[in-house]
């Protein structure tokens, strides 16, 4: 496995209203995201082309909402500019 174009790790994973993990990792790698437990069981993962991530407008500072296959997560990181930029670096350019 390639060395991870990101990797993010003592992450909250929360879908809805239930929190998934308090440790969790998230990881830019080989095209595809991948949000992690604590243990480095996977929670979900897709393309990149197939994720749609965004901060909102009004949340907390270190927020940041993604989706991956249909699903909705919010995603609590010490930096989520460098995520959001991360991820729009590690696309491929479209045609």
């Given amino acids: 496995m390639a060395e991870p174009e990101f990797n993010a790790t003592g992450v909250r994973i929360e879908r809805w209203l239930r929190s998934l993990t308090r440790a969790g990792q998230v990881v830019i790698s080989d095209g595809r995201l991948a949000l992690l437990t604590s243990y480095g069981t996977e929670i979900?993962?897709?393309?990149?082309?197939?994720?749609?991530?965004?901060?909102?407008?009004?949340?907390?500072?270190?927020?940041?909402?993604?989706?991956?296959?249909?699903?909705?997560?919010?995603?609590?990181?010490?930096?989520?500019?460098?995520?959001?930029?991360?991820?729009?670096?590690?696309r491929p350019p479209h045609r």
Avoid: I
């Fill in 44 to 90: 979900d993962s897709a393309p990149l082309q197939a994720v749609q991530a965004h901060k909102p407008l009004f949340a907390a500072r270190d927020r940041a909402l993604a989706t991956l296959n249909g699903h909705r997560y919010s995603l609590t990181l010490g930096a989520p500019e460098l995520f959001l930029k991360a991820l729009e670096a590690a």
